[in-house]
């Protein structure tokens, strides 16, 4: 649809420009943080133009933070969401779509609700499972008396445990199912032409084949697209970090950020803490602008 | 020994029926057209040969054996299909290996028969090509080739022409004709385009609403639709077809204007009868007619006349001796032309004169009587 209405593009315009605008600022005003002495950082009213002490803030901050083993974590733990994300909402979707079985809309069903239940509203459930991954087979087993009858027979009291507080599973295992993802996935595997999945069959490729020889090479820019969001979305968690590692040496760039800000008494160093910001905005800049080409085209799907 | 047996065969969609009771055999190393309009279950009854679809009843053999329950892939058969479903991330080249690098095949002996296929259809220069560089006729090729590289006993085509331009497609069942005769597989074509099914086919079969009406030679087929479907699909243009009546003589038709015409042998029907002709058979004569319309064809012209009583004809005329539009001529139907069908079930009625079904010729006029 083409619109021919100059006002209508003066509005566009204003109304996209406020919008930067209003996204900018703050990270403008972070970058000037980050380059005043503590004196400058806490002036009123507040400076908007850099000072000289950027390199130094930065330093102080990577070293405070001890960021270098909070990124190695942060890096681990989005990529790991990632891949485990990409790989599972291929793999939910492949079976949603190329298989004709009897909760097939059932499961899709189940799969779209849980985009109403984010990991903040089921926090508390999840952190039992995380304390114990075992726990439900344990209710399980409990309840239809195998433990008390294992108990009786051989003496053995079976009590199941696998801890997944203040280790990678924890921090990854919880975040990893996607129903965006699954979408994602789902429409662009609607557009595969059903003769192509006929072709595979007529060609002798079982299902694992085709997925690995066509669906795979084909879904390219799709998981580029996928890949940028839930990176981004894996580096920002802060929440189920901040509640999982309980020791601070397995802790997060996030949720060490929020620990570098002055509480109570303690030197209003806001320029520190901003410096510890602009290095954590760094990764997912980084994927971002190298995955932009690639995100656009996955999302738009022009290819093919 | 027939290559595709069907033995009953149906196919239901719920409480749909797509294909009803089909009974083919389809012989060893024939060019097989299944034709027939769109809806007719031609092409579902092609994929349950296939594989592709279930077979809901009867039962399916390929060279003797039952293949109801196997796989696409066990079943020796390779497809080319209407949109081609060429791989688009894969070169021709890698397209064509395909099937060989599913089946296991080493690297050395699978680009050996590549190059064997491509040379064979003229693709060597656009092996490193993807699909999406090559036109329509091209691809189609590469299609063909893939099917081809597996050395199938069967090749089955989906409508493989629809998507070319005219002349490609002339051009392409051509090739197909060609490739067929070398390659002494049997193949399996469906269309819907009667000319196509005419020029290409050693056997014709023809479907509608599920059930086969005709199969027979091309031949065969044209000259004795054995039906009232039959005889308006088969042909451009179509055989006309007239209401008259059988008098009681039994020998006699009385056309809707009153005229008489004899019939080469009395017919055991009485009352309504379709009468069919072909336009290449309507003859001059003194059955007054008018011409509504006149079509070059460019070799003979196309003349539209109505008949007194309002009946239309079409007739094929020499371009030279081409009647005008509003002119008034004389027709003729000669006798041993015409066919005659039952109006309400569409069944031919028997005539001696109409073309007796001669001995089968080489084993290729199989029919479903013989099963």
Not at chain 1, 209 to 216: K, M, P, Q, S, Y
Not at chain 1, 282 to 304: D, H, I, S
Not at chain 2, 142 to 153: D, L, S
Not at chain 2, 177 to 184: A, F, K, Q, T, Y
Request: proline content about 7%; hydrophobic content about 50%.
């Amino acid at each position: 649809m083409v619109e021919r209405r100059p006002w209508l593009d003066v509005v566009t315009h204003v109304l996209l420009l406020l919008s930067a605008v209003a996204l900018l600022v703050p990270v403008w005003l972070a970058l000037v943080a980050a380059t005043q002495d503590v004196a400058g950082v806490n002036s009123v009213p507040i400076h908007w133009l850099p000072g000289s002490h950027l390199t130094e803030n930065l330093a102080e901050a990577w070293q405070r933070g001890g960021f270098a083993t909070r990124f190695t974590t942060s890096l681990i733990v989005a990529v790991g969401v990632t891949l485990g994300k990409i790989v599972l909402a291929m793999l939910a979707a492949f079976a949603i779509v190329f298989f004709q079985w009897r909760a097939r809309v059932l499961v899709f069903w189940a799969i779209f609700i849980t985009l109403m239940l984010p990991l903040e509203v089921r926090i508390v459930p999840t952190y039992a499972v995380a304390a114990n991954a075992l726990a439900p087979f344990q209710a399980i087993l409990d309840a239809i008396g195998l433990t008390a009858l294992i108990q009786a027979v051989s003496g053995i009291h079976v009590a199941l445990e696998w801890r997944l507080l203040n280790s990678y599973p924890g921090l990854i295992l919880p975040l990893i199912a996607t129903a965006t993802g699954t979408f994602l996935y789902r429409q662009f595997f609607l557009t595969i032409p059903e003769e192509l999945v006929e072709a595979a069959k007529m060609d002798g490729a079982g299902p694992l084949r085709f997925l690995a020889d066509v669906l795979v090479p084909l879904s390219r820019t799709t998981m580029a697209a996928l890949a940028t969001i839930m990176f981004v979305y894996a580096w920002n968690q802060y929440l189920w970090p901040l509640l999982v590692t309980t020791e601070p040496e397995r802790s997060t760039v996030m949720v060490e950020l929020s620990r570098m800000v002055p509480r109570g008494d303690g030197l209003p160093e806001w320029n520190i803490v901003m410096a510890g910001a602009l290095l954590a905005m760094l990764p997912p800049l980084a994927v971002v602008v190298l995955m932009q080409r690639w995100f656009v085209r996955g999302l738009v799907q022009t290819e093919k | 020994m027939a290559a595709i047996e069907l033995t009953g065969v149906s196919k239901l969609y719920g409480a749909q029926t797509a294909v009803q009771g089909v009974n083919l055999a389809l012989p060893e190393g024939a060019f097989v057209v299944i034709l027939g309009p769109s809806g007719c279950g031609k092409s579902t009854l092609l994929r349950m040969i296939a594989g592709l679809e279930a077979i809901s009843a009867g039962e399916l053999r390929i060279g003797g054996t039952r293949m109801n329950e196997r796989e696409p892939k066990d079943r020796g058969c390779a497809m080319v299909f209407q949109n081609y479903a060429l791989y688009p991330h894969m070169t021709v080249a890698e397209n064509i290996a395909y099937p060989l690098k599913v089946a296991g095949m080493r690297r050395a002996e699978r680009q050996a028969r590549v190059a064997e296929v491509a040379a064979a259809l003229e693709l060597t220069p656009l092996l490193q090509r993807r699909p999406g560089q090559l036109s329509g006729g091209q691809r189609q090729r590469v299609a063909i080739g893939r099917a081809m590289v597996r050395r199938p006993k069967v090749f089955l085509y989906d409508e493989p022409l629809s998507n070319l331009d005219a002349k490609l497609r002339v051009q392409m069942r051509l090739e197909l004709r060609r490739l067929h005769e070398r390659l002494g597989a049997t193949s399996v074509l469906v269309t819907h385009d009667q000319q196509e099914a005419m020029t290409l086919a050693d056997h014709l079969v023809v479907m509608n609403a599920g059930r086969v009406e005709q199969q027979g030679t091309p031949r065969e087929v044209y000259a004795g639709p054995a039906s009232l479907f039959v005889a308006g699909f088969l042909g451009a243009p179509p055989m006309n077809l007239l209401p008259a009546e059988v008098l009681a003589s039994g020998d006699t038709l009385r056309l809707a204007d009153g005229t008489l015409l004899r019939l080469p042998e009395p017919v055991l029907h009485r009352g309504k009868v379709a009468l069919g002709i072909r336009p290449e058979h309507v003859g001059g004569g003194r059955l007054p007619a008018r011409v509504e319309m006149v079509e070059d064809l460019g070799a003979s012209v196309l003349v539209h006349a109505r008949l007194q009583g309002g009946a239309d004809l079409a007739l094929h005329c020499p371009a030279e001796a081409a009647p005008a539009r509003g002119e008034e001529i004389g027709l003729d139907l000669p006798p041993a032309r015409l066919h005659l069908f039952e109006p309400a079930t569409g069944a031919r009625l028997p005539m001696r004169a109409a073309p007796a079904r001669r001995p089968l010729q080489g084993g290729l006029s199989v029919t479903s009587a013989t099963l």
